[in-house]
């Protein structure tokens, strides 16, 4: 069972929100301080890309977190019921140096990022990173180092 | 303050900007994320569609900013260089700094420690 688990309405306003959550219950899992800008960031862009997945496919279902504290790691795993295109799958594996500053350039419109790119920043962010996709959605998990590790 | 009052007492967004020399700065402060992102690009286009083709971001305020934030400046990037301008940023927070490096943009951006030093170098472009 989660430590926490948090679902939100796919609006943008929430991810701010979501991410705060995210940090503070990091923050109480032991992960070191320096290390608390990276979850707030790759949550945030695990939860942005879910929220604009869920606006085009499914608006009316919420985006889920789940937040444990499994001793040695803090693991955040970001789900989605949105199906998955091709372009999301490839900003995960891609990385975000190199290829993504490409993508990025050329993609970039008054429409926003190219689709796939927060999962390229996510990869860049934190060490272990995993995305999968079922018929039911997509799941990103990234988990980091927490203080039972540590000590 | 409680826990709640403190997740909601911030200031999201805030902009400004000013001419200084020919060039325009835009400062920002506050978060820019997946929300607060297209008031950024909503200024950006209104200062090209005003013929300001010269742009400095400054971003020493801004204490959040993710790929959605990227895009915008992307954005801005390629309508300032449409008409031969160019976009540079004020910035020596780390924790900004190291999303640049990540996707690479700091090799697409000028990246300054002072709006001083910013103008000073868009001067010596010209």
């Known amino acids: 069972m989660a430590t926490v688990e948090v679902t939100f309405t796919p609006l943008p306003a929430h991810v701010r929100t979501a991410r705060l959550v995210a940090t503070a219950v990091a923050r109480r899992s032991g992960v070191d301080e320096a290390l608390l800008d990276e979850v707030r960031l790759a949550v945030g862009e695990a939860c942005s890309r879910a929220v604009e997945a869920h606006r085009r496919h499914c608006p009316a279902e919420p985006v889920k977190i789940e937040m444990t504290d499994q001793g040695e790691r803090f693991v955040v795993v970001v789900s989605d019921q949105a199906p998955a295109s091709n372009a999301t799958l490839h900003g995960a594996t891609a990385g975000a140096n190199g290829h993504g500053v490409t993508t990025l350039i050329q993609g970039a419109d008054d429409a926003?990022?190219?689709?796939?790119?927060?999962?390229?920043?996510?990869s860049g962010l934190a060490e272990d990173v995993h995305v999968s996709s079922t018929s039911s959605g997509v799941s990103v998990r990234m988990s980091w180092p927490s203080a039972t590790a540590a000590g | 303050m409680t826990p709640c009052m403190a997740l909601e007492d911030f200031v999201d967004l805030k902009l400004g900007?000013?001419?200084?020399?020919?060039i325009e700065v835009v400062d920002v402060e506050g978060e820019i994320d997946v929300y607060t992102a297209p008031r950024l690009r909503e200024l950006l286009i209104?200062?090209?569609?005003?013929?300001?083709?010269?742009?400095?971001?400054?971003?020493?305020?801004?204490?959040?900013l993710d790929s959605t934030g990227l895009g915008v400046l992307v954005g801005g990037l390629k309508r300032v260089r449409a008409h031969d301008g160019s976009l540079d940023l004020v910035c020596t927070q780390e924790r900004i700094l190291k999303i640049f490096r990540i996707t690479g943009l700091t090799k697409v951006f000028g990246i300054h420690e002072t709006v001083d030093e910013a103008i000073a170098a868009k001067k010596l472009e010209k």
């Not at chain 2, 300001?52 to 801004?62: A, D, F, R």
């Open chain 1, 112 to 122: 926003g990022i190219p689709v796939g790119f927060g999962l390229a920043v996510i």
């Open chain 2, 17 to 22: 900007h000013y001419n200084k020399d020919g």
């Open chain 2, 46 to 64: 209104d200062l090209v569609n005003k013929n300001n083709y010269q742009l400095v971001v400054n971003m020493e305020k801004v204490e959040f």
